[in-house]
């Protein structure tokens, strides 16, 4: 993913985000903004954010269960300085969900989350894969399940969490900087001549009209409605809409409130609880 649409998507676009990872993300590309190109460009090629070689996780088959890692914020269409910065893309992710079904020596998948969520693209399409797998998904944090990963993970047939674990973030949100103010403190002011109420929406130095703030928030509330709608329908109405407004909860908590299925201790317990399963 270039540069600018990096930040285009995290200033512009609606997120499945904890509010923390998104403030990081933000913090480390602008960070990144003063480098010349060629050195940009270098620090893209397969190394971290602190210049050491990326090495991704993988996933592993391990006594009939298919181990898929989905750790930090995700996103599609990302490149090595985004998963070297920790990042995934779910389009990789997508891909293990394929190799492990065609896989004679897999009988079921365990996906190992630990996300604070991230993009609205590419989630639902995940979701709906793993809803669609011919081979039982299963679920698993001992970190985070939030945002865009809790709308994964509760696509499985079962999740687990360890007691220390935060589950939930059902929620949307999207970013809107005006700065028409600080161009009037400069004696400036910026008009926009569009063929649309909505077409210059988003342009530097300008304002929301009412207009354009209510669509804003009409595009929010029909995703969140899709989030909680997906969320009721996969976790049998267990979940109550007031656990549905953006808040997470650990482990038992979240277990109590319909958001997780069973407390592990860890990894090698929720995969002692799939292969029981399968």
């Given at each position: 993913?270039?540069?600018?649409?990096?930040?285009?998507v995290?200033?512009?676009?609606?997120?499945?985000?904890?509010?923390?990872?998104?403030?990081?993300?933000?913090?480390?590309?602008?960070?990144h903004?003063?480098?010349?190109?060629?050195?940009?460009?270098?620090?893209?090629?397969?190394v971290?954010?602190?210049g050491?070689?990326?090495?991704?996780?993988?996933m592993?088959?391990?006594?009939?269960?298919?181990?898929?890692?989905?750790g930090?914020?995700?996103g599609?269409?990302?490149?090595k300085?985004?998963?070297?910065?920790?990042?995934?893309?779910?389009?990789?992710?997508a891909?293990?969900?394929?190799?492990?079904?065609?896989?004679?020596?897999?009988?079921s998948?365990?996906?190992?989350?630990?996300?604070?969520?991230?993009?609205?693209?590419g989630?639902l399409?995940?979701?709906?894969?793993?809803?669609?797998?011919?081979?039982?998904?299963y679920a698993?944090?001992?970190?985070?399940?939030?945002?865009?990963?809790?709308?994964?993970g509760?696509?499985?047939?079962r999740?687990?969490?360890?007691?220390?674990?935060?589950?939930?973030?059902?929620?949307?949100?999207?970013?809107?900087?005006?700065?028409?103010r600080?161009?009037?403190?400069?004696?400036?002011?910026?008009?926009?001549?569009?063929?649309?109420p909505?077409?210059?929406?988003?342009?530097?130095?300008?304002?929301?009209?009412?207009?354009?703030?209510?669509?804003?928030?009409?595009?929010?509330?029909g995703?969140?409605?899709?989030?909680?709608?997906?969320?009721?329908?996969?976790?049998?109405?267990?979940?109550?809409?007031?656990?549905?407004?953006?808040?997470?909860?650990?482990?038992?908590?979240?277990?109590?409130?319909?958001l997780?299925?069973?407390?592990?201790?860890?990894?090698?317990?929720?995969?002692?609880?799939?292969?029981?399963?399968?």
């Open positions: 993913m270039r540069y600018a649409e990096i930040l285009r995290l200033m512009e676009e609606p997120l499945l985000l904890m509010p923390a990872a998104h403030a990081s993300l933000a913090r480390l590309f602008a960070e903004r003063s480098l010349e190109a060629l050195e940009f460009r270098a620090k893209r090629e397969g971290d954010v602190c050491e070689a990326v090495e991704l996780a993988q592993e088959v391990l006594e009939g269960v298919a181990v898929i890692p989905l930090g914020p995700v599609v269409g990302l490149g300085f985004e998963k070297g910065a920790g990042a995934v893309d779910l389009g990789d992710v891909e293990d969900l394929r190799a492990a079904n065609a896989d004679p020596g897999v009988r998948i365990l996906l190992d989350i630990d996300s604070p969520g991230g993009m609205v693209s989630t399409e995940l979701a709906d894969r793993v809803m669609m797998s011919e081979k039982p998904v698993f944090t001992g970190g985070m399940m939030a945002s865009a990963a809790y709308w994964i509760c696509s499985a047939e999740v687990f969490a360890t007691k220390s674990a935060e589950v939930g973030g059902i929620g949307v949100y999207t970013l809107f900087l005006d700065s028409s600080a161009l009037e403190a400069e004696g400036r002011r910026l008009e926009v001549v569009a063929s649309g909505y077409k210059g929406l988003g342009v530097p130095g300008t304002a929301l009209s009412e207009r354009q703030r209510s669509f804003l928030q009409a595009r929010v509330d995703i969140a409605a899709m989030f909680q709608g997906h969320v009721s329908e996969r976790r049998g109405g267990r979940v109550d809409l007031e656990d549905m407004q953006g808040q997470s909860f650990l482990g038992e908590e979240a277990r109590g409130r319909g997780v299925d069973a407390v592990v201790m860890d990894l090698e317990e929720a995969l002692e609880e799939v292969r029981r399963e399968s």
